[in-house]
């Protein structure tokens, strides 16, 4: 179960989407409450734009990436590239 979904945006204008998830014993990490944050970002390296992905663990954050264009069929990824600054969309 998600609550608690919240949208912003980062010091860049790129959106930051925000919710609890309510896991199950199956789940990562066990069973309870997990805060999960989906924002863009850059790859430090080459500055490729990426599709970032945060768990907030007792054990600390866990991040995981995928870069921009390796995301095209992701519906999430289609929804914040048309909400990101210089989008025809916004």
Do not use: Y
Request: proline share 8%; charged share 25%; aromatic share 4%.
């Amino acid at each position: 179960m998600i609550r608690d979904l919240t949208l912003g945006k980062d010091e860049a204008g790129f959106p930051i989407v925000s919710w609890t998830e309510l896991r199950g014993f199956s789940g990562c990490g066990g069973p309870g409450p997990v805060q999960m944050q989906c924002r863009i970002g850059k790859e430090p390296l080459s500055g490729a734009l990426m599709l970032l992905s945060r768990r907030l663990s007792p054990e600390g954050p866990v991040d995981e990436g995928k870069l921009w264009h390796g995301c095209r069929a992701s519906a999430s990824a289609r929804r914040m590239r048309a909400t990101a600054p210089g989008s025809s969309r916004t």
